[in-house]
């Protein structure tokens, strides 16, 4: 585990694991531990189908995605699939070809990843979501470490000033926080939720 060849393998970044040696007691091997453990004794099993289909390879009609209940499938493929497009892009790609506005962003967690050696990506990418932020966005992402410090660091170009990013964020801390115990996946070390403040 303190390889980052093997973790490389398992999709963990050496920015994500730089964040998790330095912020998490115990370090990586320690988060990982802690991980299983809460899995597995103090989140349900019986709906966790994240962990299912890593274990057995495979959902059963009950432990599923929600998507795929019958019930909820049918519902989804009567009432709005048509408007669902499928694009294969970057954040930033996407949204500089986009005409409208968007409210919502889940963006989870590839920001660590950009956040290392491609910091200038990441300031512009947060300058194209600001671009095409609707009033009243809310933006979501994930971290492996249990802090995003780097996000403090976001400048981009607002009605011609310099402005740094957490002027605009107000973070929902505590139902966050909440929903970050919840997570059946619960190899993130934190999650966020943060509106955008309007354009003023």
Request: hydrophobic content about 35%; glycine content about 6%; overall charge neutral.
């Amino acid at each position: 585990m303190n390889r980052d060849t093997t973790l490389s393998m398992l999709g963990v970044p050496k920015a994500q694991r730089r964040q998790i040696d330095e912020q998490y007691p115990g370090g990586i091997v320690k988060f990982v531990e802690d991980s299983i453990d809460a899995v597995f004794s103090k989140i349900p099993l019986q709906d966790n189908y994240f962990w299912r289909v890593y274990i057995t390879g495979s959902y059963t009609p009950n432990c599923c995605p929600e998507y795929l209940k019958p019930h909820n499938f049918e519902k989804l493929r009567d009432s709005g699939l048509d408007r669902l497009t499928i694009q294969t892009d970057s954040v930033e790609g996407f949204l500089r070809k986009h005409n409208g506005q968007i409210s919502r962003f889940v963006l989870l967690d590839h920001m660590d990843w950009l956040s290392d050696h491609y910091f200038a990506l990441l300031e512009s990418e947060w300058q194209a979501i600001i671009n095409r932020a609707a009033p009243n966005t809310r933006i979501l992402w994930r971290s492996g470490g249990l802090r995003t410090e780097f996000i403090d660091n976001v400048t981009f170009r607002r009605n011609g000033k310099s402005v740094m990013l957490p002027e605009l964020l107000t973070f929902q801390k505590d139902l966050a926080n909440q929903l970050h115990q919840l997570d059946r996946v619960h190899t993130y070390g934190s999650f966020y939720i943060a509106n955008l403040a309007n354009e003023s």
